[in-house]
Structures are given as C-alpha cells and as structure tokens.
C-alpha cells in the first residue's frame, strides 16, 4: 500500500503510525538483516516482517512522511484560508458601512455638544479607544451612560441604522468567543479572539517551510528510485506542487488581508501595530461591555443572556433587540425568549440526529474557549 499510495488501504492515522513505529531506520535495518543472515530458518514475527519488506521497498520512512504531508496539507490549509476570507470580508463590510459612518458623525455630534466652550469643542474627530472609554465610563442621570445615550436615541430617531449597523458589525463579534467563568460562585463573561493575523502567518510560514523539507525529501527518494513505474516517483513531484501551490495561494490571501487590515487601522487613526485580535476585541467591549454582560442576576443570565452572547461551541448571531435589551434599552420578553430557545433546541437535535454536530475540530482556532454545553470554561 505504501509503495502504491494506496490511501483506500492506509488512511492517515494508519500512514501515521507506519511511519512513525514500522518503518525502520537504517540501524534497524542492518540488525534485520544481520538476523537474517544468522538465522535463515527463523521467521520473523509479525512487525519485524514488516519492517523487513518496508526497508527492501527503501527509504520507506521518507516516501511515508511525504505522502503523509501532502494528504494532510489540505485540512492543515482549510483552517486559515476559512479564518483569513471571513476576516477579509468583514473589514471590506466594516470599511463600506454607510451605517458605521453615520454612527461616528452622531458621536462626534454629541461629544462637540457636550465639549461645547471647551477646547475639546469643535471637534473634527475623535480617537476611538479613548472615545469608546468615556462613552461608557462618562453616566448621566440614572447612572445611564454615554454609550446607552447613543443607542437608545440613535434607535429611536433612526432604527434602520441601528439595524444596519450591527448587522456590519456581526461578522467583528463573531470573531470574538464568549464564555462563561465562575468567579465567586456566579458566572462572568470572559472573552477571546479568535482571529490572530500573526498567528495564521506563522501557521503559513510553518507549512511553507515543512513543504520545502518534503521537497527536499522527494528529491532524495527519487534518486534512489530505479523504476521508472514506481507509483512514488510518477505522483508524489504532482502532489508536492500541488501543496505549494495551495501555499502560495494562501500567502497571497493573507498579504492581501493583512494589507486590507492595515488601511483600515489607517482609516481609522489607529495604532498601526494594533494586533487583530485586539481590533476585535475593541468593538466587542464597546457594543457588549463585560460589566452589563455581568449584571445580570442569575435567570436572566440563563434565559437571555446566554442564549443570545455567551457562545458556547457556537458561533451565533445576535439581534438589534438582544442588544438593546442587554442595555435595559428594550425590555426581556420571555414567552418570545422560550420560543426562540425551545426552537434552538429542536434545530440542535435535529442537526445531531443528521450526524452535523461534532467532528475532528482540527481547523479550530488555537485562542478559541474550550467550553462545555452551558456556554462555561
């Protein structure tokens, strides 16, 4: 099977542990064949035999590690291509949002009225962490806050915006994984992102540089191959460039968003070494702050709450309504919410009856929450 990569014989854990445990190394092989040479007459057992036949095959150990890359290489380059497309469409949505403009106009409105006689007055911008900050620490009457203000009226006076507004930013917040921890026996928002520019680059460099090496190994193999019909030499050189391939095509996505990343940091006046993460994290913590997330009392946290923020495996939209109710904007109907659970639960067994739920969970995220059905580290 080896010799013929035949993968309907050797799936990949098979070729894995092959490679690993059977192919000998080149000691083994001359103990074998001292063994053999002293004992002619005694068979041997079942893994030495063969090791013995994949050591005649020759550099049996090289032609599986090949073999085992390159059928790998497809599900190792899903994961990042997945994650750098998604993050790319959404700063092309982030950046065309005519929403996300005129939600910034009424900010600079409202501070330039609020600043009005000071020297902040008059404003033709604003720095958006700074601003993002004051808008939920500066509170009026009621202890309502600043970013409270703006949503509640900004919905009030224009809610097609509002609506318009998240539905840009959705793709941001998905980007974003929520889980609950326990902290002094009640649970508590914690909160990470799952899209890290730098690390899907080192993940690209590191399949680049481990394809150069099976490059390498090909070429070694293939000096060894006398015959011209061997299944190794007439496949493998196709299946590496195919590989590479596929690498380069990734790199280029990952310039291209990575550039497309860094226009928009420009757009908006931020720091240009500010890591992907924390851009998402950024929009996160404006529009679903941790400590409103946290203020609610135990059966509120369970009917709303989690259904709507707090993940758990899933990475789910949220509505303009479950927004405005987690800022006491709108008020928690739980008929609505019973419904929309009862109809989530049934969607859920209907998906694992089918087999959709699970999976390897290869492709996943190295900084996603490990978490359990109810959404909890």
Same mark, same amino acid.
């Given at each position: 099977?080896l010799r013929?990569?035949d993968s309907?014989?050797l799936?990949?854990e098979?070729l894995m542990l092959v490679?690993?445990?059977i192919c ?9 064949a001292e063994?053999k ?5 005694v ?5 030495e ?10 550099s ?7 073999w ?22 959404a700063?092309?949505?982030l ?5 996300l403009?005129?939600?910034? +106009?009424y900010i600079l409105?409202? +501070?330039?009225y609020l ?5 902040r ?7 958006l962490?700074l601003t993002?900050?004051?808008c939920y ?6 202890s ?7 949503l509640?009226?900004?919905n009030?006076r224009?809610p097609q915006v509002?609506?318009e507004?998240v539905?840009n930013?959705m793709p941001?917040f998905?980007?974003v994984a929520?889980?609950w921890?326990?902290?002094e026996g009640?649970?508590e ?9 730098h690390e899907?680059?080192?993940m690209?460099?590191?399949l680049?540089s481990?394809c150069t090496?099976?490059r390498?190994?090909m070429?070694?193999v293939?000096?060894?191959?006398a015959?011209?019909?061997d299944s ?11 590989v590479q391939?596929?690498?380069d095509r ?7 968003c990575?550039?497309?990343y860094?226009?928009?940091l ?5 720091d240009?070494?500010m ?5 998402c994290?950024l929009?996160d ?11 609610f009392?135990p059966?509120?946290k369970?009917?709303?709450v989690?259904?709507?923020f707090?993940?758990g495996k899933?990475?789910r939209r949220?509505?303009v ?11 928690f109907?739980p ?5 929309t659970a ?7 067994s209907s998906?694992?009856k089918r087999?959709?739920?699970g999976?390897k969970g ?5 900084n996603?929450i490990d978490v359990d059905a109810? +959404?909890?580290?």
């Amino acid at each position: 099977a080896l010799r013929d990569l035949d993968s309907e014989v050797l799936s990949v854990e098979t070729l894995m542990l092959v490679s690993q445990h059977i192919c000998p190394t080149p000691e083994q092989e001359a103990q074998l064949a001292e063994l053999k040479a002293a004992h002619p007459e005694v068979p041997l057992a079942p893994v030495e035999e063969y090791m013995w036949y994949l050591g005649a095959l020759g550099s049996a150990k090289d032609r599986a590690e090949c073999w085992q890359f390159c059928r790998e290489a497809p599900e190792e380059l899903a994961y990042p291509q997945v994650e750098l497309g998604a993050f790319e469409a959404a700063l092309d949505q982030l950046r065309a949002s005519s929403a996300l403009r005129e939600f910034f +106009g009424y900010i600079l409105a409202l +501070g330039n009225y609020l600043n009005a006689g000071t020297n902040r007055g008059q404003a033709d911008g604003f720095h958006l962490p700074l601003t993002f900050a004051e808008c939920y620490n500066t509170k009026g009457k009621g202890s309502c806050t600043l970013t409270k203000f703006i949503l509640d009226t900004l919905n009030k006076r224009k809610p097609q915006v509002v609506e318009e507004l998240v539905d840009n930013m959705m793709p941001i917040f998905l980007k974003v994984a929520r889980a609950w921890v326990k902290r002094e026996g009640d649970d508590e928002v914690k909160k990470e992102p799952v899209i890290l520019l730098h690390e899907v680059e080192s993940m690209i460099t590191g399949l680049d540089s481990s394809c150069t090496k099976v490059r390498g190994k090909m070429q070694a193999v293939l000096k060894t191959i006398a015959d011209p019909a061997d299944s190794f030499a007439l496949r493998m050189p196709g299946m590496v460039n195919q590989v590479q391939a596929d690498i380069d095509r990734l790199k280029e996505l990952y310039e291209r968003c990575h550039g497309k990343y860094l226009s928009m940091l420009s757009y908006l006046k931020l720091d240009e070494k500010m890591k992907s993460g924390d851009f998402c994290l950024l929009w996160d913590d404006f529009f679903l702050p941790s400590a409103v997330v946290n203020r609610f009392d135990p059966r509120m946290k369970k009917m709303f709450v989690k259904p709507a923020f707090i993940q758990g495996k899933a990475f789910r939209r949220f509505t303009v309504d479950d927004l405005l109710i987690l800022w006491g904007i709108k008020e928690f109907d739980p008929d609505a919410a019973l419904k929309t659970a009862r109809a989530m639960e049934r969607k859920a067994s209907s998906k694992k009856k089918r087999g959709e739920v699970g999976g390897k969970g290869r492709g996943r995220s190295r900084n996603s929450i490990d978490v359990d059905a109810a +959404g909890r580290v």
